[in-house]
C-alpha cells in the first residue's frame, strides 16, 4: 500500500531562519511526487512535481529535492507570508486510478 | 484566473438529510477528483472521473454516497441519507491528463460539511 508520512507536524520559524520539511514515502514504482501549500480555508495550492531521485526544483524561497526514499522542502529566510500547510503527494506509476495519495502535512508558522 | 468552482462554501444539516456539493471544474480539464478532508484522516480520495466516466470510488461508502458528472462542466457528490461521520471538507480537484496521468491538480475551496 502506498503511503506518505511527514515531518515534523508543526513547524514555528522566526522569520529569516532556513529550515527543512520532510516527506518520507512508500510506493510501488515512484511516477511523480507532489509538493502542495494549503492556506486556511482553501484548498491546495500546487507547488512543484519531482519525477526522479537527484530531480530539484526551485520557486522563489522554496527548493525541492527527490531522493528514492524521500523529499525535502527547503524553505531559506522564510517570511510570514510563508505560514501555512505543507502537504507532500505520491503518484504510483502502476496505479492506473491516477490516486494521488497526501501526507499529513506539516504546519509551518513564520513569526515576524 | 481558470479555477476550479465549488458550492456550496458551507452546508449545515440533519442527520438523514441529503446533500448535494457541486464542482465546475476548470474549462479543457479532462479528470476531476472528489476528495476529503479531516484532521484526523488528513486528504481522502473518494472518486475520480476521466473524460467523465468514473475510473474509481473505492474510496467511498457506496451505500450512500454518489459521485456523477453529468456533463463536462459540472461534477456532483451526494450523500444520502447523511450522518454525523461524513462531517468533513470536501474538495473538488481538476486536471489535464494527456499522457493518461494527470500531472497536477488544481482544487477548488471546498465544502464545509457540517452533519447534526
Known amino acids: 500500500e502506498d503511503q506518505v508520512t511527514q515531518s515534523p507536524e508543526a513547524l514555528r520559524l522566526q522569520e529569516g531562519e532556513s529550515s527543512s520539511l520532510n516527506c518520507s514515502y512508500t510506493?510501488?514504482?515512484?511516477?511523480?511526487l507532489f509538493w502542495y501549500r494549503q492556506d486556511p480555508g482553501k484548498g491546495p495550492e500546487f507547488l512543484f512535481t519531482?519525477?526522479?531521485a537527484g530531480e530539484e526544483k526551485e520557486k522563489e524561497r522554496l527548493k525541492a529535492t527527490l531522493t528514492k526514499k524521500e523529499s525535502f522542502l527547503h524553505i531559506t529566510a522564510p517570511k510570514p507570508e510563508d505560514s501555512a500547510t505543507y502537504l507532500c503527494?505520491?503518484?504510483?506509476?502502476?496505479?492506473?486510478?491516477?490516486?494521488?495519495?497526501f501526507g499529513p502535512g506539516t504546519r509551518l508558522s513564520v513569526l515576524p | 484566473d481558470a479555477r476550479v468552482t465549488q458550492t456550496p462554501r458551507h452546508k449545515v444539516t440533519e442527520m438523514g438529510q441529503e446533500v448535494t456539493m457541486r464542482c465546475q471544474p476548470i474549462?479543457?480539464?479532462?479528470?476531476v477528483f472528489w476528495y476529503r478532508q479531516t484532521m484526523m484522516q488528513g486528504l481522502e480520495l473518494l472518486a475520480y472521473?476521466?473524460?467523465?466516466?468514473?475510473?474509481?470510488d473505492s474510496g467511498m461508502p457506496k451505500d450512500r454516497f454518489s459521485a456523477e458528472m453529468p456533463d463536462a462542466t459540472l461534477a456532483t457528490l451526494k450523500i444520502q441519507p447523511s450522518e454525523p461521520r461524513d462531517s468533513a471538507v470536501y474538495f473538488c480537484?481538476?486536471?489535464?491528463?494527456?499522457?493518461?496521468?494527470?500531472?497536477?491538480?488544481?482544487f477548488g475551496s471546498g465544502t464545509q460539511l457540517s452533519v447534526l
Open positions: 472521473f476521466r473524460n467523465r466516466a468514473p475510473l474509481d
Open positions: 503527494a505520491v503518484q504510483a506509476r502502476a496505479d492506473y486510478g491516477q490516486n494521488f495519495v
Open positions: 474549462l479543457g480539464h479532462n479528470t
Open positions: 510506493v510501488s514504482g515512484l511516477r511523480g
Open positions: 480537484a481538476s486536471g489535464l491528463g494527456i499522457t493518461g496521468f494527470s500531472e497536477k491538480l488544481f
Open positions: 519531482l519525477y526522479s
